[in-house]
């Protein structure tokens, strides 16, 4: 079988407060939407913003960061993946469906006076390298270091 994709990767802002509950096992989910916008231009040359609405759905630790730290208005880096569930309308009888985003991994941007909060810990594998780095370049200008002082 040929090699497939299924990634997304979002940067916006949260619609509204995240919905967080817990399955019958425990299990801590949160569902949200994500708002991403994109400008074009018109037939008669005018530049519009489109918005697209996207549901995303997390779970576990994710959750968790998401419950403490995301509130309506928060700007986030999301990567995860396309999720498609059907069901059978009661009413109707007829086939739904609901495609929706699964978080694998959040970053979140927003600073405490930005409709957000920003976590104390890094949220991501890459907030934490970026955490670490930071951490290095700042000892570096505090400290003066030579040629002789490296080890190796």
Partial sequence: M??????????????????IRSTPSGTMVANFTLATSDRYQDAQGNWQDRTEWHSLVAFKRT?????DYVKKGSKLY??????????????TGQKRYKTEIIVNDISLLSGRDEGGSRASAPSSAYDQ??????????FSQAAEISDEDIPF
């Fill in 78 to 91: 999301i990567e995860g993946k396309l999720q498609t569930g059907s069901w059978d309308d009661k009413q």
């Fill in 63 to 67: 959750a968790e960061i998401i419950r």
């Fill in 2 to 19: 040929a090699k497939s994709v299924n990634k997304v990767i979002l940067l916006g802002n949260v619609g509204k407060d995240p919905d």
């Fill in 129 to 138: 390298r970026q955490n670490a780095g930071g951490a290095a370049e700042d």
